[in-house]
């Protein structure tokens, strides 16, 4: 079973930067490709980014391709989402996402396992 835990989230203000963090608790992680999704307040949840099992290969959302980035370290079995000049539109709570495999998906429905989700808040 693959469990993964955010960290990271806060309140910000409009401008601030915030990177979040997702520890995988299990050693398998490097056959994983990963995922950071976020959902706002009654909205559905939606794609922010993802990369590849061996790290290098990344996709993103338009909508934040300029501003977030995300990597991941094969020595702590953590990925991380640096999220620059932030928006009060960014106010959601985060999450993390691994599936087994190389390939790079932008749907939910594509990630089996998740991480509790942490909050992030952006003031204006």
């Known amino acids: 079973q693959v469990q993964l835990v955010e960290s990271g989230g806060g309140l910000v203000q409009a401008g601030d930067s915030l990177r979040l963090s997702c520890a995988a608790s299990k050693r398998t992680f490097t056959t994983y490709s990963m995922g950071w999704f976020r959902q706002p307040p009654g909205k559905d949840r939606e794609f922010l980014a993802t990369i590849w099992y061996k790290g290098g290969r990344t996709l993103y959302a338009e909508s934040v391709k300029n501003r977030f980035t995300i990597s991941r370290s094969m020595a702590d079995d953590t990925v991380s989402l640096q999220m620059n000049s932030l928006k009060p539109d960014d106010t959601a709570t985060y999450y993390c996402?691994?599936?087994?495999?190389?390939?790079?998906?932008?749907?939910?429905?594509?990630?089996?396992?998740w991480g509790q989700g942490t909050q992030v808040t952006v003031s204006s």
């Open positions: 996402a691994a599936r087994e495999g190389y390939m790079l998906k932008n749907t939910p429905q594509e990630y089996p396992y």
